[in-house]
């Protein structure tokens, strides 16, 4: 079972793909780690580029059939077929915005990343790699046990995907501008 934990930066992906490992005894796979040591990562103003095809090849030798697998960068580097389940960690942008300014990115770093998740990229990009093999989990206001148990019920197949439409949020409260550069 190679269980992937992706999501936008913030949601809560290493802690809750550590905790996961521990509890299901599996081996834990960190794609930015793993692109860090490989020499992969590229730094590019307030971000680091990664050369994914290299990345992808990378993976493929250190990927087991017991895992679980960390990274916003999970669709655009694994393969359908070695993955069992990919949980996508969402969060409200409200509450990401804070865990960004607590981390001091920049607010253009900050929107990007925001917008992002308001948009579902990381969701819609799973979705379109892995099909359904992907369930979405809104992390906002869980405690990590919460958001644990959501994942082992989604394992086991007990539990569906959350419905997740930050958009529509956003576009009810007026704040488009707040996540969204002019």
Not at 46 to 60: A, F, G, I, P, Y
Not at 114 to 140: M, R
Not at 165 to 177: A, G, M, Q, S
Request: net charge negative.
């Amino acid at each position: 079972m190679s269980i992937v934990i992706t999501g936008t930066p913030g949601v809560g992906k290493h802690t809750i793909g550590k905790e996961l490992a521990q509890k299901l005894k599996l081996d834990v796979i960190d794609i930015n780690k793993i692109a860090k040591n490989s020499g992969l990562l590229e730094k590019n103003d307030e971000s680091n580029d990664v050369d994914t095809e290299r990345l992808q090849e990378v993976l493929k030798e250190k990927i087991s059939s017991n895992c679980v697998i960390i990274g916003h960068l999970a669709p655009y580097v694994l393969e359908k077929d070695k993955i069992s389940k990919v949980i996508v960690l969402r969060r409200s942008p409200y509450d990401l915005i804070k865990v960004y300014n607590e981390r001091g990115y920049s607010d253009k770093k900050s929107k990007e990343n925001a917008s992002s998740e308001i948009l579902g990229v990381i969701t819609y990009d799973a979705k379109n790699q892995f099909q359904d093999k992907v369930v979405q989990i809104d992390v906002t206001e869980r405690s990590i046990q919460e958001v644990l148990e959501k994942v082992e019920s989604i394992i086991s197949e007990d539990m569906d995907s959350d419905e997740v439409d930050w958009l529509d949020l956003v576009t009810k409260n007026n704040d488009l501008k707040k996540f969204f550069a002019d």
